[in-house]
């Protein structure tokens, strides 16, 4: 028990004048020891001074385990020295002190321990390297043994769990479920190593892979027992047999297109090994002639060919046609199989075995011509799966085949999977026919793919709704508790139904075998796979718990560490038992008496759901939940508990009706069985040898024998058993609490066993018999999910039965009992199974049983009465309707769970009272015995009910029940003929108002004596509003009823039979909607509303589900959402039968908000698809619509149609006519200004539309550089334009259509010749000129005529730009028209479009720092007083922040204004012409965001306005933001809106801005750049002198890196360093205002290096200033200067010209003109 809980066990038990701590320790944990079963045995304690905790035994002696990790051994020790040897006292082995041991292990003479960090420690003989120490025979002492994985580039410590000793060997467990041996004998399990000692501990690779949750050792055998996964139906397609037992070789299944091969065979038949090495050809056959030698021996031949042993005696993959429904079958043919065991063994070589030609490839060869027939066909025909075949030579008897999964091939979702991965087979080993490279072992790898036939296996390994026989697996495999019964068949994924809670047991861990394993993949429709392994993985899943990678097992490849994986909550009941090793006695329970080298699943276990095993010398025995004990092997003194001599298959014990084991122990002769009886104290079987004094007396029981001195030694809680003696571990009863634990685990016990008994006698039959799906109907679904409730409840108690047992066996701390940790777990399953049971009840299901019950069991229904008298036993049944006929008594035993529930709270109050009220134990009682009485009396609550619906379906014309009952609706209560009635209602018509608990339903007839009724209106309660009419008008007691689509009044007779149906409905409405949200919230499967108090009214606003009926818009559709008063108000979905579907927001019933609107395309298979705003049910306001045809639109929507600014985007890019549309749209058509970029012809229009076509004003530009600006009609060039090309000839003039010249005009031509006249044809294709040409003359009278055309004169002016743009962002803050709004309403507007989230926004996609940013500017800043250099800083953040969020209008506005100006001056866009636009443009976006601006702040002044103020000049003369900057800094400073706005917008331009400014610059920057780079070719010191610096500025010693160098005629770029440094910076400024204080910084540089040189005051003289900063522009090597220049020129703010900054920035230009001119020579 746990100190931490005795030590408040024992307080109680002293402050209730019970013993004190120590007395209550002394009784806990008492060891009793006896030999044999005579009446006159007293069994001895053993006196410790401490509880014990576990206990081993070998031939002559014992190793016990005390609380506090201290060993003690006794008995016959021969491995110590002197009187230790032999001791009949625990002697303390101390060195084992403070190594906190946890578990040990006693074989025939050696003994081990395991410490709590997972180290082994063995001693005693080591004669066969039992102990795993090399040369020592004897080890004294515990020494270390080390667990090393050696496999992979990284040797790996492996922790130990347990360990299980035998006569010669010893078998560890891994933490990591894997299996560890050494010592000697073919029970090791290591085929490799022989019959040689293995001193060092090796992994059994054959379980290697497998989730192995305990070994146990015999005296030459060994068992494990292996978690499995519930494997389908199986099914073999035999296309060879082996050579040496006739068993399967692989199988094949032929697909259209490909051939799925599986190599499912290992040999069974063993032999010794060092027989092995004496043979010259391992494989060689044995002649018929030879024969056995006996039948106790072990073979000293390879199995014959002939043996008369069948492979399907063996083989686990043999006879899985028949399932494992047939495993009793199985048994007895092994039993009979035995009791003619010799003469099978003389006769077998006598008689062949024949070989069943099933096949249509009955041999080798042919199979091998039918793969190279296979090999012929194309890879492409294969798309899922490449074979490889390669033939080795014929004396090899080998061919190899790989399957290799198409690396193109992405599989779809699959089960769940471990997150580790499984380390690849290695092929190898002797076997013949052929080796196969499974697409089994590809999965193993990380990068391996499914293809689409393996997708298909992985659907098939679900669990199936039946088996073979018929019966439904759900019984046998249920599914988790959320699965929704038979209907639906089993949860997804082959695991427990408790997988999503646990952690370990889902599925197993990495697989890695030899050739020899039976680990294969089989074929992928049918083929039964080891259901202990797992299946075929992926890298993972979200739907499981990912554990730790274990490692990949490709031999060379690195370990990963091994993680300390965590214990299940409930252990798991799928599992196999799996034996090898000597079988000479038949202790493997194969149905022989040969040897098993590896490990061989013991078929007939596989589905008995084993718990635990135990083994003697010579037997084996395994316990199941269903508290029942099989037993093998020898039986010469009746250990095995039956009359049988001999068993080699395991056989039941026979015990006494009403007997339940729950632990047991295996000697050397003998067997002792724990078990529950009568009473709550535990009894003691015991069935082997008489024992005595002396030693056996030759006497036995074939029977288990009761023990009539185990109810003196308290509540035995565990049994151990070795040699000849028994040990038992009891406890006495302190306050009760002993006690009431052993009744609780008793109880669930017993329980199971009723609930296993009903599914095995009952339910089973019932669902194999097919009379019973034609008498229930459509019931039969029902009856199916009632079942798979019931298999699922079931199975959870058999899981918790087995919990409580380990739970009373070692760690006793009620904090950690699972039905208290996991207590809505256990009311989840009992709810959904008591709904189950209710609905088919409601549904007359039990009724229509009665036929079929009779003809299953008799009409006297014995096994139904049988079952009843069994449980009803010392319990008063709940009495209910029918109870004595046969559907009574089937409905009270499919109750029996929900009165169970009952009997938990009963027992979780007696445990409570152990505890202290204070104490957290008692706590955690009391609430889970709170929860249970509850849950207990709402379930019989609602079997009441339903009894209740059955009898008013009953008393119901046939006709009204089958058009008003279904499964879950219950009845509430109903109106009599006056007591509600509708109001206006016909004279002789009669209503009727019936409450359910999901529905309202009116009916109206006229004949009310018959009960018959014309029409019925069902109202669904969930969209249901119920609210009361005021009497003080008409004196009527009304209710108004609104639905969905009506609303009606219905009149009370009364005041208090109108107050009754209110609160009725009222409670019912908000009982339905408690239970939806809880299933909803909390995950439960059935919710039941809350606990809490009840809502005087429902809610009125909900969730609910809904399908129109009326004609409308709406007829036929269904919407699922949030609903308010009758209408659908909130986020939700509605679906047309049409296939259109709306997600999103509703107001009113309409479509109104954020939303996704699918509408699918009646003239092709694809579907057009709108995101975005939706008002009244029409798209309004900003979206992105996506069309069937490939356009894609996003921008704004007006009552359906394309409304104000948007994009619309046709085709794509290789398209035949692909373009780019972004303007202004009127009712669905292009009109205003906007941008047509024709991607096919490589043309963009900027200018204005009308209905769709280019009319009014506009520009085009082309990719072979032309320029087209004038006016359009009707898509076509018309009137007076200007054409440029790229060599700067110029047509001014008329044009008729695109690019056709048709009228006057006049030609420039590059060398400024002009041509004057009538111009007629296409530009492309030749004109037609009758004019005048001219020759330029540049010193004549028409030297006019060569100065530049003025650009832009012609195009839509930048004020009439994007107005849409503009507009759409006053609407959004309120206003009506420009600068028309109240500036409140518009912050009010701001704060709704910051917190009115978009999807794409939602808050899980935006970070903290968003969020808080998103706050604030939600904020209304405070700019009261007069206006401050400090409120002008205060706008300028809020601007840069509000431009920075997509939601605030001002930052949409930005991002639209960027998209646009991106989308007009980029790609086609880019032409030099359109510069002075540009630049405009972003003047223009400029002065309207200020208007803006001012709108939102109107203490802005208007842009130019002088603010005198001298205190905060200082501060911001040395800010970043130079637009503060004025001539007379300390009387104060300017206001510009390009100080203001240029910083957020610049930078987001300045791309395509400055890509033009490099564009128009082009010659210039060739000029300055050569000039530049030649010049800079000199030191500098010539340089200097080049261009005239007086030698007074020339730097004599320079500082490099805090060193004085002097500067020498070859130094070179080392003066003014810092001033050209600081130069540079310019091209990484965006804004003009930066830029000039780059130059302004380069100037402060420039003078303080000539300070120090001078080392006096001076003054610039700009004869000395300008060649000074010459040489510090031509060092700086600015690429583009010409361009910086430029931008500054156009951008900078007025007021900034003819100040400091101006004659700054008028130096750097006249040096960017003066080094174009500079000749370098």
């Known amino acids: 028990m746990n100190r931490q809980h005795d030590g408040t066990l024992m307080a109680t038990s002293k402050s209730s004048g019970e013993d004190d701590g120590e007395g209550s320790s002394s009784e806990q944990g008492v060891l009793h020891r006896w030999r044999g079963y005579s009446c006159s045995i007293s069994p001895e304690r053993v006196l410790l001074c401490r509880p014990v905790i576990q206990a081993a035994l070998g031939s002559c002696h014992s ?99 347990s360990l299980a000793c035998g006569a010669q060997h010893t078998l560890a467990l891994s933490v990591g479920h894997e299996v560890w041996a050494w010592g000697s004998g073919c029970q090791l399990g290591l085929v490799s190593h022989g019959n040689a000692p293995v001193c060092r501990p090796q992994k059994v690779e054959d379980l290697a892979g497998r989730y192995v949750v305990q070994v146990a050792c015999g005296g030459f055998h060994s068992l494990a027992l292996v978690r499995s996964l519930p494997s389908p139906t199986a099914r073999t397609l035999s296309l060879d047999k082996c050579g040496r037992c006739q068993q399967l070789l692989y199988t094949m299944i032929d697909r259209d297109d490909h051939v799925i091969i599986s190599d499912n065979h290992y040999c069974p038949l063993g032999m010794e090994l060092n027989e092995v090495k004496r043979q010259s050809a391992p494989e060689r056959p044995q002649q018929h002639g030879q024969s056995s030698q006996g039948s106790n021996e072990v073979s000293k031949e390879v199995t014959p060919v002939g043996s008369s042993m069948t492979s399907e005696t063996f083989c686990p993959s043999m006879g899985s046609v028949r399932g494992f429904a047939q495993v009793g079958s199985e048994a007895e043919n092994m039993e009979e199989l035995d009791e003619g065991n010799s003469t099978a063994q003389t006769d077998a070589a006598k008689v062949p075995l024949r070989r069943t030609k099933s096949s249509p490839f009955p041999d080798e060869q042919d199979l091998k011509d039918y793969l190279k027939r296979l090999s012929d066909l194309s890879l492409s025909e294969h798309p899922g799966i490449a074979t490889h075949l390669m033939a080795s030579s014929p004396d090899s008897g080998k061919a190899t085949i790989t399957l290799t999964p198409s690396p193109d091939h992405t599989p779809a979702p699959i089960h769940p999977a471990p997150a580790n991965h499984r380390r690849p087979l290695q092929p190898g080993g002797s076997q013949p026919g052929i080796t196969l490279h499974t697409p089994a072992c590809l999965l193993t790898c990380p990068h391996t793919h499914l293809s689409s036939p393996f997708e298909e296996h992985l659907a098939s390994t679900c669990d199936d709704s039946f088996d073979d026989s018929g019966v439904e697996r759900d019984l046998e495999t249920p599914g988790g508790p959320g699965c929704e019964g038979g209907a639906r068949g089993l949860c997804e994924g082959r695991r427990d139904p408790l997988s999503g809670l646990l952690s370990v047991e889902d599925l197993p861990q990495n697989t890695r075998s030899t050739s020899l394993t039976d680990i294969r993949l089989e074929e992928i429709k049918g083929l039964s796979r080891r259901s202990s392994l797992p299946v075929l993985t992926c890298h993972g899943s979200p739907s499981l718990p990912k554990r730790g990678h274990r490692r990949v097992g490709s031999a060379g490849g690195k370990k990963m560490p091994v993680p300390m994986e965590t214990e299940p909550l409930l252990p798991s009941l799928y599992t196999e038992v799996w034996s090898w090793g000597r079988g000479q006695e038949g202790q493997l329970g194969h149905g022989d008496r040969l040897p098993r080298l590896q490990p061989l699943c013991i078929k007939s276990l596989s589905k008995r759901e084993v718990v635990k095993l135990e083994t003697g010398a010579h037997h084996s025995l395994a316990l199941t939940a269903q508290c029942q004990v099989f037993s093998w092997g020898s039986n010469k003194t009746g250990q095995l508990g039956h009359l049988n001599s001999l068993s080699t298959a395991p056989q039941p014990v026979k015990m006494s009706e009403g007997i339940r084991v729950w632990d047991l122990g295996a000697g050397q002769t003998h067997t002792v069985l724990l078990a529950d009886g009568d009473c709550v104290q535990p009894i003691l079987y015991y069935s082997g040898e008489q024992m005595s004094e002396d030693g056996p007396t030759g006497n036995y029981t074939q029977t288990p024998a009761l023990l009539p001195f185990c109810m003196n030694i308290g509540y035995v809680s565990s049994v151990f058993a070795g040699g000849q003696s028994c040990l038992s571990l009891s406890d006495q009863n302190i306050m009760g609490f002993i006690s009431s634990l052993h009744e609780l685990c008793a109880a669930e016990r017993k329980f199971y066993c009723h609930l296993s008994a009903i599914r095995t006698k009952i339910l089973r039959p019932l669902l194999a018999r097919e009379g019973v799906r034609v008498c229930l109907g459509q019931s039969f679904l029902l009856l199916q999910s009632l079942a798979g409730s019931f298999s699922r409840l079931c199975h959870l108690i058999g899981q918790h039965s087995i919990s409580l047992t380990r739970f009373l066996q070692r760690d006793r701390d009620v904090r950690g009992l699972v039905m208290l940790k996991q207590t809505g777990m256990f009311l989840d399953t009992y709810k959904m199974y008591s709904s189950s049971v209710g609905n088919f009840l409601v549904m007359g299901g039990f009724q229509g049983l009665l036929k079929p019950l009779q003809e299953c069991f008799g009409k006297k229904l014995e096994v139904l009465e049988q079952l009843s008298e069994s449980r009803e036993k010392g319990s008063s049944p709940c009495p209910s309707s029918g109870s004595s006929s046969g559907s009574g008594l089937l409905q009270s035993l499919l109750y029996l769970p929900v009165r169970h529930m009952h009997q938990y709270s009963r027992l979780l109050l007696k445990l409570a009272t152990c505890f202290h009220v204070e104490s957290e134990e008692y706590s955690l009682l009391d609430e889970g015995c709170s929860r249970f009485e509850a849950v207990a009396l709402e379930l019989l609550k609602q079997r009441k009910e339903a009894e209740k619906t059955l009898d008013f379906w009953r008393s119901l014309p046939v006709k009204a029940t089958d058009a008003l009952r279904t499964p879950s609706r219950r009845l509430v209560c109903q109106s009599n003929n006056k007591a509600l009635t509708l109001q206006n209602a016909a004279r002789f018509s009669v209503n009727r108002f019936i409450l359910f608990n999901n529905a309202l339903v009116h009916t109206q007839g006229n004949i009310p004596s018959k009960k018959f009724y014309s029409s019925y209106h069902i109202y669904p ?74 809502r005087a009214e429902p809610r009125m606003s909900r969730t609910a589900t809904h399908t129109f009926s009326k004609e409308g818009r709406y007829k036929d559709a269904t919407y699922e959402g949030r609903w308010l008063c009758g209408k659908p108000h909130g986020r939700g979905t509605r679906r047309w039968p049409d296939g259109r579907v709306y997600i999103g927001m509703f107001k009113q019933g309409q479509e109104d908000g954020f939303g996704d609107f699918v509408i699918p395309n009646k003239n092709s298979n694809k579907t057009d698809h709108y995101q975005g705003h939706c008002k009244e049910g029409k798209m309004h306001g900003f979206g992105t619509y996506w069309y069937a045809s490939g356009e894609v639109y996003e921008g704004l929507f007006c009552e359906n149609q394309r409304h104000g600014h948007g994009m619309m985007s046709s085709g794509k890019m290789v398209s035949s006519s692909s373009s780019v549309f972004v303007g202004h749209w009127l009712h669905d058509r292009k009109s205003g200004y906007g941008v047509f970029d024709d991607i096919t012809r490589g043309e963009k229009y900027m200018g204005q539309w009308v209905e769709d076509q280019k009319q009014g004003p506009g520009v085009v530009v082309t990719q072979f550089g032309l320029y087209y600006e004038g006016h359009f009609s009707c898509n076509k060039m018309v009137g007076l334009g200007l054409l440029l090309s790229d060599d700067d000839t110029v047509f001014e003039g008329e044009f008729s259509e695109d690019w056709t010249l048709n009228g006057k005009g006049v030609l420039s031509l590059p060398n400024a010749d002009v041509m004057e006249g009538v111009f007629v044809g296409q530009w492309s294709s030749g004109l037609k000129v009758s004019g005048t040409y001219l020759k330029s003359n540049p010193y004549g009278p028409d030297r006019e005529r060569s100065r530049p055309h003025k650009l832009g004169g012609m195009a839509v002016p930048a004020g009439q730009k994007w107005t849409a743009v503009f507009e759409e962002c006053w609407r959004r803050l309120g206003c009506d028209s420009t600068g028309r709004g109240d500036t409140l309403r518009a912050w009010d507007n701001i704060a709704i479009s910051l917190t009115q989230r978009q999807h794409r926004d939602s808050p899980e996609f935006l970070t903290r720092s968003q969020h808080m940013t998103l706050e604030r500017l939600e904020v209304i800043p405070q700019l009261n007083g007069p206006f401050t250099a400090e409120t002008y800083d205060n706008i300028r953040r809020y601007l840069i922040k509000a431009c920075d969020a997509p939601l605030h209008p001002l930052g949409w506005l930005l991002e639209t204004l960027v998209t646009v100006y991106r989308m007009t001056y980029v790609g086609v866009g880019s032409n030099r012409r359109l510069l002075p636009q540009a630049v405009q443009e972003i003047q223009s976006y400029v002065t309207r965001i200020y208007q803006l601006v001012r709108f939102l702040f109107p203490s802005l002044p208007e842009d130019g306005t002088f603010i005198p103020e001298v205190s905060v000049a200082d501060t911001l003369c040395s800010s970043t933001d130079s637009g503060m900057h004025s001539e007379a800094p300390e009387q104060g400073f300017q206001v510009s809106c390009c100080s203001l706005l240029m910083p957020v917008l610049l930078p987001r331009l300045y791309n395509p801005l400055f890509t033009l400014y490099s564009l128009e610059r082009e010659r210039e920057e060739g000029l300055y750049w050569e000039c530049v780079t030649r010049l800079n070719k000199q030191p500098d010191r010539a340089l200097l002198a080049f261009i005239g610096v007086d030698q007074k500025f020339w730097p004599i010693t320079i500082s490099v890196l805090g060193e004085t160098k002097e500067v020498l005629t070859i130094t070179k770029d080392a003066c003014y360093a810092t001033a050209v440094e600081t130069l540079q910076q310019i091209s990484t400024t965006f804004t003009p205002a930066d830029k000039l204080l780059v130059i302004r910084h380069t100037f402060e540089d420039m003078t303080q290096e000539a300070l120090a040189l001078l080392e006096q005051d001076f003054k610039w003289s700009m004869d000395d200033l300008f060649p000074l900063f010459l040489y510090v522009v031509l060092r700086a090597r600015i690429r583009h200067l010409g361009s910086e220049v430029s931008l500054i020129d156009d951008l900078m703010d007025p007021h900034l010209q003819h100040g400091e900054d101006g004659l700054m920035f008028t130096t750097l230009k006249a040096c960017y003109f003066q080094i174009q001119r500079e000749k370098t020579t």
Request: proline share 5%.
């Open 63 to 161: 190793v016990i385990l005390t609380e506090g990790g201290f060993v003690y051994s006794f008995g016959e020790l021969p491995w110590k020295q002197g009187a230790a040897s032999h001791s009949a006292e625990p002697l303390l082995e101390a060195c084992l002190n403070g190594r906190g041991v946890v578990a040990v292990a006693s074989g025939s003479f050696h003994c081990g321990a395991v410490t709590r960090d997972g180290c082994v420690l063995m001693w005693g003989d080591n004669g066969h390297g039992q102990c795993g120490l090399a040369g020592r025979s004897l080890v004294p002492s515990p020494t270390p043994v080390t667990l090393l994985d050696v496999e992979g580039t990284a040797p790996r410590l492996v922790r130990a769990a």
């Open 1021 to 1094: 309660l969930a969209t249901l509003w119920i609210e009361p009419l005021s009497e003080e008008d008409d004196g009527l007691f009304g209710l108004k009823f609104t639905t969905p689509e009506d609303s009606f009044t219905a009149l009370a007779s009364s005041p208090a039979e109108k107050a009754s149906w209110l609160r009725s409905i009222n409670q019912a409405v908000e009982k339905l909607l408690e239970a939806e949200i809880d299933a909803k919230v909390t995950g439960s499967v059935l919710g039941l509303g809350s606990s809490g108090g009840q």
